[in-house]
């Protein structure tokens, strides 16, 4: 039950901390004025660093505690989702330094300075880009942990997609976006069910 509980609300945590990032994005917006966007979003900015900070704790305790029940499982298939489970969170946990930074001061040291801005959000959207194919890989490699078929083949599908969405060279396609974080929460919530 514990468990459940723990997957259901890391993934609700996670996928609101994605969808905040891509909200926050400033996609049509002058370089000269990211000091007032910045302002702006000061609000969801620290929101979205705090609860990124816990669903990746939550998500991480939730995808090795899954492991450890599978330890029988092929050794390839298990040192494959700790791989791709790094390369997930690490993009993530430098995200919260990164926005952390944009608007905490630290030790007396101030945020980042306008002319900075641009810098941190290209780091964070390229370490969301890196988490996104991470998480393709990983919901896909998951899957194999099923033992419902339906389950095992939707969840190839919705790594395929998570990946597919994850080339935002321009502006951040929100709808599909949406539509794949919404699809895979569902199906990670399923994956736990199951």
């Known amino acids: 039950m514990i468990m459940q509980l723990i997957a259901i609300s890391s993934s609700i945590l996670l ?25 702006s979003k000061l609000r969801i ?16 305790v939730y995808i090795l505690s899954r492991l450890f029940q599978n330890m029988d499982k092929n050794l390839i298939l298990v040192s494959s989702i700790i791989t791709s489970l790094i390369f997930f969170i690490i993009p ?9 930074n944009l608007v905490y001061p630290v030790n007396g040291i101030g945020i980042v300075k306008s002319d900075s801005i641009s810098v941190y959000l ?9 988490s996104e194919l991470a998480l393709g890989i990983l919901t896909m490699l998951l899957s194999f942990l099923s033992k419902n078929i339906f389950v095992l083949y939707i969840g190839i599908i919705v790594g395929i997609v ?7 060279s321009k502006s951040i396609n929100q709808l599909l976006y949406y539509s794949s974080v919404a ?12």
Not at 163 to 168: G, P
Request: aromatic share 16%.
């Open 92 to 100: 993530l946990i430098s995200n919260v330094l990164l926005i952390g």
């Open 122 to 130: 290209l780091g964070i959207y390229s370490r969301m880009h890196l």
């Open 183 to 194: 699809i895979w929460s569902v199906w990670l919530i399923i994956f736990q069910m199951v």
């Open 45 to 60: 900015l620290k929101i979205s660093d705090e609860i990124l900070f816990f669903s990746i704790f939550l998500f991480t």
């Open 162 to 168: 998570q990946i597919a969405q994850t080339y935002y």
């Open 15 to 39: 996928a609101i901390t994605r969808i905040m990032i891509c909200n926050f994005s400033p996609n049509n917006m002058n370089l000269n004025n990211l000091h007032v966007w910045r302002n």
